[in-house]
């Protein structure tokens, strides 16, 4: 999911917060649901929704492919797509503190590029 922030603009897309801004306590801040990405990407690329579902599913579905084969996938401007090993660990059962045994796993990982730290930092 993508979290977009609102503002005064009103249209959902991530405007910088500032003095336009309603509020910018995080606790404004939603997650955008399938349609509503799907309807932003197509509003902005000027294609049918239905092109905008391919294109992002293809991309979604190329991703995890190619991550689960080990390679790393990466967007220019962007950043980079890459899985890394967790190994089997004890840990806590938070309500009682009993020691819990969690399974070795593999999960997803995402690295900003410098450039879009630049854009959501300056």
């Known amino acids: ?26 606790k404004e801040d939603f997650m955008a649901t399938k349609a509503e990405l799907i309807d932003a990407v197509a509003d ?14 293809a991309f979604f579905d190329h991703v995890v492919s190619a991550t689960k084969k080990g390679e790393k996938v ?3 401007g962007f950043g980079s797509f890459s899985t890394t090993k ?11 503190g009993a020691p819990v045994q969690i399974k070795a796993s593999t999960a997803m990982k995402f690295s900003p590029s410098s450039t879009l730290k630049s854009a959501l930092n300056g």
């Open 74 to 76: 990466a967007w220019p």
């Open 44 to 57: 902005a690329a000027g294609v049918s929704k239905a092109d905008a579902e391919r294109t992002l599913g």
């Open 1 to 26: 999911m993508v979290m977009f922030h609102r503002t005064c603009s009103g249209n959902g897309l991530g405007d910088n917060a500032g003095v336009n801004s309603f509020n910018t306590h995080p």
């Open 86 to 96: 967790r190994s089997a660990r004890t840990g806590r059962n938070p309500q009682t």
